[in-house]
């Protein structure tokens, strides 16, 4: 095995195979002593494979990362951690798992998400799914963790601070600094202080929203501009959000409620999250929703319906509502579609088209965009939270993730501003080098995209 991909007793070093360069499928190793530890295993969806662009590519497929490097060299990882149950995290684990073998580490939530998609692979009770508390630590292989609670767009997000005797990392997963998540408790400035004393090495960061200003709206703070938003509405409301935003659900829920609307979730990734949360004791008894069945029935001004599909594919609840073809109800004129949601970038033509759909159905439509009040948060830091993180935290190094190009440079150029000393920025395939000093080695794996075919 060549010594330039093989860690020794003095390195440290962060691998990603995916999402560094890009937003979606992330898949990072850490390496230390000859031994892997894999952070995260995900997907992205409705792309192109671009390595075959040649061939007669079509979107809407599923793709992860490439996992040649670690599936040729299995025996040498020694773990895997899920941080939380978004996709781009988690959705590659169930195909992937059978090319690595590990044990999986991760919290309730995640691994209630974890547990279903094994299933439906055939691989329920055949995986060591583990279930790691907050602020506990493990050793894995080489590799100390302690799990950091944060807060985020789902329940459960989870820092973690991976620490070898060569060195120690803050590695963020997704988060944003959010007083009032709805679900699960805020954050506490004191636990990433504390952090802060351990004599961190690197901080591997989020960067999505690293080119906005100022602070992330709170998910606490929509439930008045919903509130408002959709008490003027006369007709049938529906409201296109993520799925896996628990705590929007509960908002949506708890507005329906106020303004004497029944609430029912169309889309099969709603029933999945709210079932999970049940499970994980994240759901609140008296939110209630209606069977589906029965919303075609209620009265128009009695509706409230949550459905998928805010970024406009195909098969999903909004997309068939759009095009007339759903069995629980036909939209009408006077109903409102209100997207508690953002576009992702790469879908715009998708969305632009079901707006067409309901436009010609004479639908009100509504867009976060154009509320009064904030009807969406995103789930990422802005600039300010970095900076305040980065001050806690105080690495000497800075590695930026999660974000293309742009959001990369931003996000290094605010740990200078902050007096990060080392800020590495590079992408996919390149070994970023945290121990024994700082530096990237470029290109040194090959990575790429595969599809993921569901069985
Ligand atoms: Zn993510
Ligand atoms: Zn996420």
């Given at each position: 095995m060549s010594e330039a991909t093989t860690p020794t007793i003095h390195d440290l070093w962060l691998l990603p195979l995916g999402g560094c360069g890009e937003i979606g499928m992330n898949l990072n190793l850490y390496g230390h002593n000859g031994r892997w530890l894999m952070v995260d295993c995900g997907v992205t969806f409705n792309k192109t494979l671009q390595q075959n662009s040649d061939v007669n590519t079509t979107k809407h497929q599923i793709i992860a990362a490439d996992p040649q490097f670690i599936a040729s060299r299995k025996q040498l990882l020694d773990g895997m951690i899920i941080t939380h149950a978004h996709e781009d995290h988690v959705g590659a684990v169930a195909f992937l798992w059978r090319r690595f073998k590990c044990p999986i580490y991760t919290n309730a939530f995640t691994a209630e998400v974890l547990n279903r998609k094994l299933a439906e692979n055939g691989l329920l009770g055949r995986v060591p799914v583990h279930v790691i508390s907050t602020g506990t630590s493990k050793t894995i292989g080489v590799f100390d963790v302690e799990w950091i609670p944060l807060t985020h767009s789902i329940p459960e997000p989870q820092a973690l601070v991976i620490k070898t005797p060569a060195g120690k990392v803050f590695h963020t997963a997704d988060w944003k600094l959010d007083?009032?998540?709805?679900?699960g408790n805020g954050y506490r400035p004191e636990t990433y202080q504390n952090v802060g004393l351990?004599?961190?090495?690197?901080m591997v960061c989020?960067?999505?929203?690293?080119?906005?200003?100022g602070w992330s709206t709170s998910e606490g703070a929509l439930e008045d501009g919903l509130f408002q938003l959709i008490k003027q509405q006369k007709g049938r409301v529906i409201v296109a959000c993520f799925g896996s935003n628990v705590a929007r659900l509960q908002t949506l829920i708890r507005v329906a409620n106020k303004v004497g609307r029944y609430c029912t979730v169309l889309g099969r990734s709603l029933e999945n999250m709210i079932g999970c949360a049940r499970n994980s004791n994240m759901?609140?008894?008296?939110l209630e929703v209606v069977p589906?069945?029965?919303?075609?029935?209620?009265?128009k001004e009695e509706v409230l319906v949550i459905a998928t599909g805010s970024q406009g594919e195909p098969k999903t609840a909004l997309h068939r509502l759009a095009h007339q073809n759903h069995f629980a109800l036909d939209l009408e004129e006077g109903d409102s579609v209100i997207f508690s949601s953002r576009t992702i970038p790469g879908n715009e033509a998708e969305v632009e088209s079901l707006l067409k759909k309901l436009e010609q159905l004479k639908v009100n439509v509504f867009q976060a965009n154009d509320?009064?009040?904030?009807i969406h948060a995103s789930g990422h830091p802005h600039q300010e939270e970095l900076k305040a993180m980065y001050r806690w935290i105080k690495p000497r190094i800075a590695i930026p993730v999660h974000g293309e190009d742009k959001h990369l440079t931003a996000n290094a150029s605010i740990a200078r501003e902050v007096g990060v000393k080392h800020q590495l920025v590079g992408k996919n395939g390149d070994i970023f080098q945290i121990a024994p000093y700082p530096g990237v080695r470029r290109q040194v794996i090959e990575t790429g995209m595969i599809e993921i075919k569901r069985p």
């Open positions: 007083a009032h998540p709805v679900v351990q004599n961190i090495d690197a989020d960067s999505t929203n690293a080119t906005e200003d759901w609140p008894d008296e589906s069945a029965h919303i075609g029935y209620l009265p509320a009064e009040l904030p």
